[in-house]
């Protein structure tokens, strides 16, 4: 199928010269696109990615910046994927993405497989790693950065991620260490929370790991034990009136800990073993750079000022006021929202800093964390596959028979398939 489509594409090329010449003219800006944001793109965005670029010193050139955000959803999100898809594939297109990948499944995404744009469209980013005046290469986890690798390089950096962590105000006398001791646990607490985890988009990330082959376009797991994933996963307990446990994507706040019950000496707090015996790690927004970017270096400075600390901890540019009523937030809150908002930096929270104000770890809190990033057996970008994943068990939570989930099960397994022969 990519043999047939790259023929074709040739042929167009030819026919449409000099739309698909390799080299274009410079733009008289910077061109950033972004998934990120509120449904209203004029709230801002573009004057506060301008201020911060200034506050770091500028880009090398001195050329102003436009920022493309896209719409959340509907026709006109369509419309102008379908019209940056076009411009990509004749060597066009922004010069900079920076992109949020939501657990969403009804979400269009502009890189349907991100492993796949990665090789088609982003230019490797390794030479930052020794001409970084911003960020630090080297403190990075490098099991998250690895999702955004291939053999050409560095082809993107993740700049926040999630994991699944369970917490219960009762103890816990034994914390499973896979997904099979938590089938087979008889701790009520540890089955709500697995039962919580796995009802917030949590199935893709605990139940399943590495799923699909993207070079080789085929899938790694068989229907038959997707269907028995999913039927487990269901097993596990979950009310949400009366529920001990709650599940989250971070280590929450001090404030958000109390609210929810998990305080004091009694309280628990667990990561979500997937199957193989880790924690899986889902990459939420990440920054990459077009290869046919005319202003290379301005562009590499703009990921190396986003992949800063300073960037990452969202609030050295806001008051404490504008950030705890989210006022101007716009493209910087949801760069680590729904997913969760751990930076890359794996020492991040050690010399106290905070996201947003808001969102700090104390002593005890910082030790699980440390904990659970050394547990990350699996790290991944979700891709239109993923999202049929979780659009799979939400279905099939209100199947009324095993016969319905093996049909639904047979679909979604026969859609993956169709998404990876078109990719």
């Given amino acids: 199928m990519k043999k047939v489509i790259a023929i074709l594409l040739t042929i167009i090329c030819l026919l449409t010269l000099p739309a698909c010449q390799s080299k274009r003219e410079p733009a008289p800006t910077l061109w950033i696109v972004t998934n990120v944001g509120f449904p209203d793109e004029q709230f801002g965005g573009e004057d506060d990615l301008r201020n911060i670029i200034e506050h770091l010193g500028g880009l090398p050139s001195g050329v102003d910046i436009e920022l493309e955000v896209l719409p959340l959803e509907g026709a006109e999100l369509h419309t102008r994927l379908t019209r940056l898809r076009t411009e990509l594939l004749s060597g066009g297109g922004p010069d900079v993405f920076l992109m949020y990948a939501p657990p969403l499944p009804e979400r269009e995404l502009l890189f349907q497989i991100p492993q796949i744009a990665m090789d088609k469209y982003f230019m490797p980013l390794d030479e930052l790693q020794d001409s970084a005046k911003f960020m630090e290469w080297d403190a990075m986890n490098q099991k998250i950065a690895a999702a955004g690798r291939t053999d050409k390089g560095q082809m993107l950096l993740p700049m926040f991620y999630g994991y699944n962590v369970a917490g219960t105000n009762e103890p816990v006398a034994e914390v499973p260490g896979s997904w099979d001791e938590a089938l087979n646990s008889?701790?009520?607490?540890?089955?709500?929370?697995?039962?919580?985890?796995?009802?917030?988009?949590?199935?893709?990330?605990?139940?399943?790991?590495?799923?699909?082959?993207?070079?080789?376009?085929?899938?790694?797991?068989?229907?038959?034990?997707?269907?028995?994933?999913?039927?487990?996963?269901?097993?596990?307990?979950?009310?949400?009136?009366?529920?001990?446990?709650?599940?989250?994507?971070?280590?929450?706040?001090?404030?958000?800990?109390?609210?929810?019950?998990?305080?004091?000496?009694?309280?628990?707090?667990?990561?979500?073993?997937?199957?193989?015996?880790?924690?899986?790690?889902?990459?939420?927004?990440?920054?990459?750079?077009?290869?046919?970017?005319?202003?290379?270096?301005?562009?590499?400075?703009?990921?190396?000022?986003?992949?800063?600390?300073?960037?990452?901890?969202?609030?050295g540019f806001w008051s404490e006021s504008r950030t705890m009523n989210q006022s101007g937030m716009f493209l910087f809150n949801s760069l680590r929202a729904w997913n969760g908002g751990n930076p890359i930096y794996d020492d991040f929270f050690e010399d106290g800093r905070s996201i947003m104000y808001a969102f700090s770890l104390t002593e005890g809190r910082q030790a699980l964390h440390r904990e659970i990033i050394d547990k990350i057996s699996y790290a991944y970008i979700p891709s239109a596959a993923d999202q049929e994943l979780i659009k799979l068990f939400k279905d099939c939570k209100a199947a009324g028979s095993e016969e319905e989930i093996d049909k639904l099960v047979s679909k979604c397994y026969t859609t993956i398939e169709m998404i990876l022969a078109e990719s």
């Avoid at 070079?215 to 038959?224: R, Y």
Wanted: some cysteine.
């Fill in 186 to 315: 008889s701790d009520r607490a540890v089955q709500e929370g697995y039962g919580s985890g796995l009802r917030r988009s949590g199935f893709r990330d605990v139940a399943l790991t590495d799923v699909v082959d993207y070079e080789g376009e085929t899938m790694l797991i068989t229907q038959e034990e997707l269907s028995r994933r999913v039927k487990e996963a269901l097993s596990f307990p979950y009310d949400d009136e009366n529920a001990r446990s709650w599940s989250m994507t971070e280590l929450a706040s001090e404030n958000e800990c109390i609210e929810q019950g998990w305080a004091g000496p009694a309280g628990t707090a667990f990561p979500l073993y997937n199957t193989d015996g880790g924690v899986t790690a889902k990459v939420n927004s990440y920054i990459a750079v077009n290869r046919s970017t005319t202003h290379k270096e301005d562009a590499l400075t703009l990921v190396d000022m986003m992949m800063s600390r300073d960037f990452l901890t969202l609030e």
